[in-house]
């Protein structure tokens, strides 16, 4: 499948370009969620990252992993738990 547009790093959704500001094309937040408070773009940015890790972790990547583990709020740290699991606990 060929993906069009550009990707939002904070809805994690492919959008097109006329979606994102010019500041926000740098940034890869679309207009949408521009709007956000920095809490919660702050939150959606690091499940998008959980989700996306890639197949092997880089030692910043697993040092980041873990720091989400402990995170204190709990959509990410639930997330992060699960992902930790399947990674290392084989
Ligand atoms: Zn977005």
Request: hydrophobic share 35%; proline share 6%; net charge positive.
């Amino acid at each position: 499948m060929k993906r069009h547009g550009h990707y939002c790093k904070v809805c994690g959704e492919y959008k097109a370009n006329e979606k994102f500001s010019g500041k926000g094309h740098a940034a890869h937040i679309c207009k949408a969620c521009a709007k956000l408070p920095p809490e919660e773009k702050a939150e959606q940015m690091a499940l998008r990252r959980l989700e996306s890790l890639p197949p092997r972790l880089s030692k910043a990547d697993i040092a980041w992993l873990k720091n989400r583990v402990k995170d204190r709020r709990p959509a990410v740290r639930q997330m992060a738990e699960i992902i930790y699991a399947i990674r290392f606990q084989k």
